[in-house]
């Protein structure tokens, strides 16, 4: 074999050990191959990775970081690189932890497998690298859903979700990524695998490592497969975009849909720059006859049509109906939803975006509103600011376009203001690289002590995602 001729170059050395684990092919050393996977999908995040590899069972993964330990590199876990908070790419060169070169980044895109939905139970088996939008076909095909969806669905992986407990476009309905997790199948950073497939609804049986392993942002260890709670598929689903005044009214169009109409799963806010810019970007009609300062969609989804509730309450509401726009099927449906999905993509469009993905009590979102803007125009004067998101569970996205990449400023005013009003610093997105610096305004210093003494505990040598959380 070449490489055994390589010399002394530990990267090689680590190539070679790697590849009798995973097959050469599976381990990535060539820059332009492995350019990909060493920045994020905003290009705010990123930085060199030693070699990727890709393992193809969790006895493969479990030898990879066996290879890792033994030689001290540690290890970045990636899935579809949909990341929004940096937690999935090496950390850029000058900013490695003292003692600790380029990481190796372990993608489980080739953890691939999906196994039969499990009908009775309503449940399935997804390896960590099977796409949102595979598991949510599986669930169809068995007349069953599942309860987590988000915009980056073609993308995002299984294990990414686990990893992040991922929120997006249900939450109000069905909760975030956790309460869909029964269990988990991971390798911890000692080599050893950790599996609860089994699906036990209850299993009161101590620790339960599975639910630590969600949202721990590879920092616990590499999750490969999860076993997933579905959902009752409705058979009826219908989609309303709202034109309104402001913030404040949308909170009082969610507040009568949750009482009057059943099965409320997504209410969603953007403005109208936003509108602006999604529309000149996507080559998108205006959505309704007239501009409106805010927009809400709502989407109501059951076993029955919700048509008839969702038109009478909006009716008592009175709405006009150049403020309304309503869909049935399914293409009509991802018309009006394309106007809140392609936010991201639209930002992106403008530069490298300031992401900030807060939470708020719900009551204090119109009061935030106001309050940010002023904010984000002081410390980053000029910038364009794009505000949108999942109003029915307090979560605003503040993305911020003009400040450099590692200028954070106004990240820091953000934070601050989220925090002084009883908000959260990541409702879905995590902590990741981007706000781990913010940490501590979010825990307390028992909190953190713990959180640290955890981390210590089951990964003593820092080798799992290095600089991310923690
Ligand atoms: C969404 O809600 C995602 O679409 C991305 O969480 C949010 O781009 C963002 O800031
Ligand atoms: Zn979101």
């Known amino acids: 074999m070449r490489a055994e001729h390589q010399g002394d170059d530990p990267a090689a050395a680590v190539a070679r050990e790697l590849a009798e684990v995973v097959g050469a092919e599976h381990v990535l050393a060539d820059p332009d191959v492995r350019a990909p996977f060493e920045r994020d999908w905003t290009g705010r995040f990123g930085g060199p990775a030693m070699l990727v590899v890709r393992p193809k069972s969790t006895a493969e993964v479990a030898a990879v970081v066996g290879v890792c330990a033994a030689r001290g590199v540690p290890l970045v876990t990636q899935g579809g690189n949909t990341g929004l908070v940096g937690g999935a790419v090496p950390a850029p060169a000058d900013r490695s932890r003292a003692g600790t070169g380029a990481p190796i980044v372990v993608s489980t895109v080739r953890l691939d497998g999906l196994e039969p939905v499990d009908t009775v139970a309503a449940q399935v088996t997804a390896g960590a690298g099977v796409t949102l939008a595979r598991v949510q076909a599986a669930a169809a095909a068995a007349s069953l859903a599942f309860g987590v969806d988000v915009a980056a669905r073609d993308s995002a992986t299984v294990g990414g979700m686990v990893a992040t407990n991922a929120g997006g476009l249900h939450v109000l309905r069905h909760g975030a990524m956790r309460a869909q997790v029964l269990g988990v199948e991971a390798v911890l950073a000692d080599g050893s695998v950790v599996s609860r497939l089994s699906g036990l609804v209850k299993d009161n049986t101590g620790y339960d490592l599975s639910q630590l392993l969600v949202g721990s942002e590879g920092t616990l260890g590499i999750v490969t497969a999860a076993r997933l709670r579905l959902v009752p598929a409705p058979a009826e689903t219908v989609v309303a975009l709202l034109g309104l005044p402001g913030t404040a009214q949308a909170l009082a169009v969610v507040d009568t849909l949750r009482r009057k109409v059943e099965g409320l799963q997504a209410a969603e806010l953007f403005f109208a720059g936003g509108l602006d810019l999604v529309r000149s970007h996507a080559g998108l009609p205006a959505p309704l006859p007239r501009a409106w300062p805010a927009y809400l969609v709502v989407e109501c989804a059951g076993l029955h049509d919700p048509s008839g509730p969702l038109a009478d309450a909006l009716e008592g509401l009175g709405l006009p109906d150049e403020a309304t726009a309503v ?144």
Do not use: C
Not at 334 to 362: F, M, N
């Open 327 to 470: 869909a049935f099927d399914a293409p009509s449906r991802a018309r009006l939803w394309a106007y809140r999905e392609r936010h991201t993509e639209a930002i992106s469009s403008l530069g490298v975006p300031h992401k900030l993905d807060v939470t708020l009590p719900q009551g204090r979102l119109a009061e935030f509103e106001a309050a940010v803007r002023r904010a984000v125009e002081e410390a980053a004067p000029g910038s364009t600011l794009v505000l949108f998101g999942h109003v029915g569970d307090g979560n605003f996205h503040v993305n911020v376009v003009g400040p450099g990449p590692d200028d954070d400023a106004v990240d820091d005013a953000v934070l601050r203001l989220v925090t002084a009003m009883d908000g959260s610093i990541s409702a879905e997105h995590g902590i990741g690289r981007a706000k781990m610096r913010w940490l501590p305004l979010a825990r307390s210093a028992a909190e953190l002590s713990a959180m640290r003494r955890l981390k210590a505990a089951l990964d003593p040598s820092g080798l799992l995602n290095p600089g991310v959380l923690l």
